[in-house]
């Protein structure tokens, strides 16, 4: 199996496309944190509740050739509102809930 290839775009390209598809411009980190994705390296995000983390999730789906983002969310309620967003957004998606027992 080959990996999939696409360009990465840079970041004027990409704050371009993002508010032509979602009507929301990006902020610099948003940005920055979807660009290393697409270069595949590992990121993390911290910032507070309600500042658009979730959004960087999203972007690198307009520029992965149709690929595949798997996010893993440590509370049910974060898994149930990605799933709603996607569906939203009209993007193909499958919600997973783990139910641990003792």
Do not use: Y
């Amino acid at each position: 199996m080959s990996a999939r290839q696409f360009k990465v775009p840079n970041l004027t390209d990409m704050k371009t496309l993002i508010h032509s598809t979602f009507g929301i411009t990006p902020c610099t980190w948003q940005l920055q944190s979807a660009l290393h994705q697409l270069e595949k390296k590992n990121v993390f995000t911290i910032s507070p509740t309600g500042s658009g983390k979730m959004f960087t999730f999203w972007i690198p789906l307009l520029f992965n050739n149709n690929g595949i983002i798997l996010i893993v969310t440590p509370l049910n309620i974060l898994g149930e509102k990605t799933h709603n967003e996607a569906k939203r957004l009209s993007s193909t998606t499958s919600r997973h809930n783990s139910v641990r027992t003792r």
